[in-house]
């Protein structure tokens, strides 16, 4: 029996770190692009990361955020609230695919569920824009409308990647908790009202 | 793995008769290189023989190193030679024990294939069994059958813990001290799982044929009437329609319950006390999740308990002006609130 050698790869090592960061924020780019035109394609399943998810996540947590410091005027998401439901929604939506016979990785899952916010965190900002304005049915109809459309972007998304990994007859049980799940953020984000 | 050396059993003909158990470890292997499994084993011998015993395996071991080292030069130009070889398979060696270790330990601790014959559901299955959960059945002198399975329960209990959400924020409710999320989950969750687990250490009182499984998912399903009611009146706010639909839809799902329970339990004062505890709490909880986040009612609340609020408490609120989902005369209704409580606190 020959013995192991452990190669030392250091190929990526001693690069520098302008090209790992434009490397991982390439592949991060590439993988919103392929959400924002869902076709029926693996990548975000092949080379799955966590960046993406974290940004979006962040990004929609910062956000949603009141900004009163006054604790009792509290009534909205904190960040933390925001961080805690998008991942353990995740983790649970992916626990629930698996068990329902899915053949997908935890964290293949993970990928994609937290890449399909992007069309929501899209939503926030409009939303935000749109509340610069005045105050009015106009001014809700249209939010409505912008979280209505995003929603439905998100879980059309999601599907495209999610549903092949499913055995054919159980997709609609796989797809109802990402409908829930993106229900909740859109609520979120629809009822978010600046102090 | 080094190639085994010349007779290991040879070698430790110096070793001494008490190491005799030791050198059957060893010789049952095979080999010369060290298996870390065997390192506890210090019966019968203190730390410097086992020092010893050690150093002499790997004289072994790199004599044998030697060996295979003169004919694969090639491969080792530019690494430290034997010693570096060693190293690495020594730090190999307990990188896969410890490999194994843990994967034993996570396939024990974090399987969740336990939970897989539970998920075991095709959509048709649902669906019919939400229908079911509906309509309560007659038959009640043998038991009724109950799908153990936990796939719809815990969908349901998510829909009620949304449903919850949009009702809070339609109401404008503030916690104080939490969160609106955690808030709904506590409920929902605490709900299913508590009120399962009372009805069914009062089924094992009570004798009843149940199992704790079965409780879950008949106690889940039967929130699908709640979901029903509260996602009709949490957007139409009449109270006429809300007892309405309390009466009808939540009787029925509290019925079909209760006809399943009573199917399963002998005699009238068990029956007597298990469905009248379960009809009791589930049609409780209804009017509980209504009208804990209902608009008016918090409007008369805040009126009458004035600024002295205690802390964990829902600080109700008068109803916006610019809620834009109801156009509602708020100035009329919140007169119309002050003047009922003005007339009750008169009493």
């Known amino acids: 029996m020959r013995s192991r050698i452990r190669e030392f790869d250091s190929s990526t090592l001693n690069e520098s770190v302008q090209n790992t960061i434009m490397r991982d924020l390439k592949a991060v780019g590439k993988k919103f692009m392929h959400v924002l035109y869902p076709r029926k394609s693996n990548t975000l399943l092949r080379d799955w990361d966590l960046w993406g998810p974290l940004i979006l996540c962040v990004t929609l947590a910062l956000m949603l955020q009141r900004g009163s410091v006054d604790s009792e005027k509290d009534g909205g998401p904190q960040f933390a609230e925001v961080f805690v439901i998008v991942w353990f929604g995740a983790v649970t939506i992916t626990l629930n695919s698996k068990l329902l016979g899915g053949n997908i990785s935890f964290f293949q899952s993970l990928c994609v569920l937290g890449y399909c916010i992007l069309p929501l965190t899209v939503a926030m900002l409009v939303c935000r824009l749109v509340l610069l304005a005045e105050p009015g049915p106009i001014n809700f109809m249209v939010r409505l409308f912008v979280v209505i459309v995003m929603f439905a972007w998100s879980i059309v998304a999601s599907t495209a990647f999610l549903a092949d990994s499913q055995p054919p007859n159980r997709k609609a049980l796989a797809v109802y908790p990402v409908f829930l799940f993106y229900f909740v953020i859109s609520w979120m984000i629809l009822t978010f009202t600046p102090q | ?310 802390p964990m408490q829902r600080v109700p609120r008068d109803i916006p002006a610019v809620l834009p989902a109801a156009r509602l005369p708020t100035a009329a209704l919140n007169a119309t609130a002050k003047a009922v409580a003005v007339t009750l606190q008169s009493h």
């Open chain 2, 1 to 310: 793995m080094a190639t085994p050396a010349a007779p290991a059993g040879g070698a430790r003909n110096g070793a001494g008769p008490e190491w005799g158990g030791f050198e059957e470890n060893i010789q049952g292997g095979g080999s010369a290189v060290i298996d870390m499994e065997n390192m506890d084993d210090t019966s019968g011998s203190s730390f410097e023989d086992m020092g010893e015993l050690h150093q002499r395996l790997r004289e072994e071991e790199v004599d044998a190193d030697a060996a295979a080292a003169e004919e694969e030069d090639g491969e080792f130009l530019g690494m430290k030679g034997f010693k570096g070889q060693l190293g690495r398979q020594v730090a190999d060696q307990m990188w896969q024990a410890g490999k194994r270790q843990a994967s034993r330990a996570f396939s024990l601790y974090a399987n969740i294939d336990i939970l897989r014959p539970y998920f075991d559901v095709e959509p048709a299955q649902v669906r019919s069994r939400l229908l079911e959960s509906m309509i309560p059945i007659k038959m009640v002198n043998f038991p009724q059958k109950i799908a153990g399975e936990l796939y719809g329960p815990l969908m349901l209990v998510f829909t009620l813990v949304a449903i919850l959400l949009h009702g809070m924020k339609t109401s404008d409710t503030i916690i104080r001290e939490g969160t609106l999320m955690g808030t709904a989950i506590g409920t929902c969750f605490g709900y299913w799982l508590g009120v399962s687990s009372f009805i069914y250490f009062l089924a094992y009182l009570c004798n009843a044929q149940i199992t704790m499984l079965q409780m879950l998912a008949l106690l889940g399903y039967g929130l699908f009437g709640h979901c029903i009611v509260l996602f009709i009146t949490y957007n139409i706010h009449l109270h006429a329609l809300f007892y309405l639909f309390w009466l009808l839809v939540g009787g029925l799902s509290t019925l079909r319950m209760v006809a399943v329970l009573v199917s399963r339990t002998v005699g009238p004062t068990q029956r007597l006390l298990l469905c009248g505890t379960l009809a009791t709490l589930h049609m409780l909880f209804l009017l509980y999740l209504h009208f804990a986040y209902h608009k008016v009612v918090e409007g008369i609340l805040d009126t009458l308990e004035g600024p002295n609020i205690p």
